[in-house]
């Protein structure tokens, strides 16, 4: 999703605002961010149990869309992967409810909120 006209987000912002169970998946995104130059995120949070990347880039020609919508499909990606990762261990979980509070949580976790 790009949301033009916000500053760009740091890799080490982006890890302090998710459980460090997703940090390898921020790291993968941030990673594929070098093969689409001047794509830059401007937030990364948790959102539903998911993780929620939001991403702006200058590029606009017509050329550059399907490039575009590759680097939006690395971003569903990430974040649809991110709903079966807990986000405190990076261990399997599965998105759940604590006390209206939703969180991917893994069973070790799954009664910490």
Not at 30 to 49: A, H, I, N, R, W
Not at 66 to 93: H, M, Q, Y
Request: one cysteine or more; glycine letters at 8%; charged letters at 30%.
């Amino acid at each position: 999703m790009s949301t033009r006209g916000r500053g760009a987000v740091s890799l080490e912002e982006a890890l302090a605002q998710v459980g460090s169970g997703w940090s390898d998946l921020v790291k993968e995104v941030y990673t594929s961010m070098l093969d689409y130059p001047g794509t830059e995120l401007v937030q990364v949070k948790e959102k539903f149990g998911r993780l929620r990347i939001y991403w702006d880039s200058p590029q606009t020609k017509k050329e550059d869309a399907s490039k575009l919508k590759s680097f939006a499909d690395v971003i569903r990606l990430v974040e649809t992967r991110s709903g079966n990762i807990c986000e405190v261990c990076g261990d399997p979980g599965k998105v759940i409810d604590l006390n209206g509070w939703f969180s991917a949580r893994c069973q070790a976790h799954s009664s910490k909120r």
